[in-house]
């Protein structure tokens, strides 16, 4: 059965810290991988995608993940949080040809001043 | 340009009523999906609409239905509303369907609270 497992599901950390939350997926196929991020009161957004190529990504606010095909990883990472990463994170994946979008049940992030 | 867009942003519906929610997606975006996000769980998948059709069907019973407008727009159909139908409703639109590169934009939501 496809499905995302997020190993965390809430962590604490203070400002500087370095970061990184877990993801495995189970999917037999070509995937579309993704990190979103949903802040206190705010919608879904999209921190960083995987589609081909590179298999470490970049994303915004100073997040990258890293594509282990071996492994059926997605890890996201972060050198040094700030108070404002405080959000919920999901990871995701997408079957390429497929309909729908496979979430994590999300890891609750908080980040100590 | 305008991300995508759901009204209503908040709803209380008594159980049995129904409650239909509706969803413009980005313009030149084609597709539409639904999702249902509880508290403390990631969003699950209901539907997906391209070009007006069905694509596919997430495992919600018949009482949620769908569909999607000429203008791509799309409404979402809950009959017959139970508690456990209380979540916040999510539209994502995309350009095509889960070919490599697509990628999806989340709408804000709407709250349903069923009492």
């Known amino acids: 059965a496809q499905s995302v497992s997020q190993h965390n599901h809430h962590v604490i950390l203070s400002e500087a810290a370095s970061l990184e939350l877990g993801c495995n997926y189970s999917?037999?196929?070509?995937?579309?991988l993704f990190w979103y991020v949903q802040y206190p009161g705010q919608h879904l957004q999209l921190l960083l995608k995987?589609?081909?190529?590179?298999?470490l990504v970049k994303g915004i606010k100073g997040f990258e993940a890293e594509f282990i095909k071996s492994k059926f990883s997605f890890n996201l990472r972060k050198p040094s949080v700030q108070w404002s990463d405080t959000a919920e994170y999901f990871c995701a994946v997408n079957g390429v040809g497929g309909d729908k979008i496979i979430f994590g049940k999300g890891t609750r992030l908080h980040i100590l001043p | 340009d305008a991300g995508v867009t759901q009204s209503p942003t908040h709803l209380i519906k008594t159980r049995g009523q129904h409650v239909t929610l509706r969803c413009s997606p980005i313009s030149g975006h084609k597709s539409v999906s639904w999702y249902q996000q509880v508290l403390g769980q990631g969003p699950q998948f209901i539907f997906q609409?391209?070009?007006?059709?069905?694509?596919g069907r997430g495992n919600f019973p018949d009482r949620f239905s769908a569909r999607q407008f000429p203008n791509y727009s799309s409404e979402l159909n809950v009959n017959a509303l139970l508690l456990g139908d209380s979540a916040l409703y999510l539209c994502a639109s995309s350009y095509g369907t889960g070919g490599i590169g697509y990628g999806y934009t989340f709408g804000s939501g709407t709250r349903l609270t069923v009492v």
């Open positions: 995987y589609f081909s190529g590179d298999p």
């Open positions: 999917y037999g196929g070509t995937v579309n």
């Open positions: 609409y391209y070009e007006k059709e069905e694509r």
